[in-house]
RNA sequence: GGCCCCAUCGUCUAGUGGUUAGGACAUCGGCCUCUCACGCCGGUAACAGGAGUUCAAAUCUCCUUGGGGUCGCCA
């Protein structure tokens, strides 16, 4: 049987990390196998929905790379793939159950629903309100009075699942109560679109969070009621908050797109997100189509973990700082956002690539390059007030001005020269390297920190260097 | 509270009966050095507790404890 999975993601927002991680698994597990990447969207409570938050996570999904064969844009042979589409399947399917007894309307409404819930909590605070069944054996239907439809639960027996990562996990039918299939809006609840969906577009297996194990159980019912087989399971460790709490904007960004803001890059998120449950021997780093080969549901952990910004941001630099894992035009093409955002809008390409291999080892983010790039473009760098303060002294004056004359002398305009004719100069003139770097450094960057002097030099090159040398002796001597 | 799930360094994890319990992040030292990084070397740091099974248990069983999930006309 070929693969087909899915990923469901109900549109009431941006991509949620946790999501994104549940499609990289489903994801990787098609390419792996050479099956099919359904995206689907389950957009069945209208309150919620937008179509807003529908593009904003097709956006978050393709920027990931995770392309999907069937879904939205792109169509497919088992389409819709919006749920608000396909009410009509729903209702025939509920009708069906109806007609088999597997499921009946209630006319109870929510108003009597809250009344009996307000009155069990009366009674018994602890207590928890199960629907008891009003109208489960009840044929006398008023006309043109709105009703749900409920799944006619089995009072008794148990429910396996079958589940990769966690083995067989039974649930006693007692558990269940008659839980709702269809609102009386004729909208159908999430555990009945589910089931019809997964069946209809042929899934062979669900891997979802952890918080779905609960439904898992409901949704085998449904299938078995109607006679169809259902799909294998795979549910996935949960990503619990640095404090072990359920992960929300409260504590980290949670939204793809905001580590997309900061500038990370899609595998560095990819990366960090399927060593959450997932793992290779002691590799941490992998690239792209490495997983696609490695990935597989025997080494799929179980426990539920805690999210860690600080790892992230280092998987995410393992991924920049190696140009096996991004190439010069990919970094390029990442950057450029960024640069822009800091005003250097197309930037010389030839100066952008003469300045990379220095900033790549010092940028964990692509918005910490832009920053680290940023005074390769500038006329004059932006001087940080404390750096001047400290180093650009009335004392440093003069040693910059005789250092912007003795490297203008050089024939060579490479870095193991200038530095030959930079040390040449300070010994000499009887300075230290140790006590001229520093402001020779603010000179050229306006920072305390940069790449080494020299290939900073070589990268500005000649003209610049040396405006950039005079105009901090000025500021040394005026401050 | 009922039901379900889970349990190795602070964090992510390797480990599938016999290991000095390994790696990565973080952290702390050191080397390199014109600064910051990168890189390299080294340190601190874990099998939740208790019973079993076994010649042998981080690995198997049970109990306890702790954590999480879920109990909607949300998904």
Redesign the pocket.
Known sequence: MTVRVRF???PSGYLHIGGARTALFNWLWARNTGGTFVLRV?D??QE?SSLDSVSAILDAMEWLGLDWDEGPVKGGPCGPYFQSERRERYRAVVDEMIGAGTAYRCY???EE?DAARTELKAKDP?A????PGWWRDRRDWPTNA?Y?VRFKSPRDGQTTVRDQV??A????NS?L?D??LM???G?P???LSCVVDDHDMGITLVARG??????TAPQILIHEALGWTPPTFAHL??M?S?K???LSKRHAAVAVQDYRARGYSPMGVLNYLV???W?H??Q?VFSRSELIGLFGW??V??????F?E??FL?VNFAHL?DERLTDTEAYLAAVAPFLARRGIVEPDPALLRAALPHIR??ARTYEEAAFALDYFFRELPEIDPQAAAKFLTPATGPILDGLAVALDASAEWQAAAL?ARFRAWLESSGHE??LA??PA?VALTGR????????VMEVVGRARTVRRLRHAAQTAAGG
Do not use: C, W
């Open positions: 469901a993601p109900s389950e069945t409570d919620r109870a409404t929510k629903l602890k928890q309100f199960v629907y709105p749900v966690r083995g996990v039974t649930t006693p558990q109560q839980f709702v609102r009386s809006d909208y609840l999430y555990n952890d918080d779905h194990l609960i439904n460790p949960m619990l640095p072990g709490e359920k060593r959450f449950g793992s021997g002691d941490e025997d080494h952990g179980k426990s539920a973990g805690k860690d600080k790892k280092d700082k080892e010092r530095e390297l140790k770097a520093q450094r305390t920190a940069s790449p080494p002097l020299f290939d």
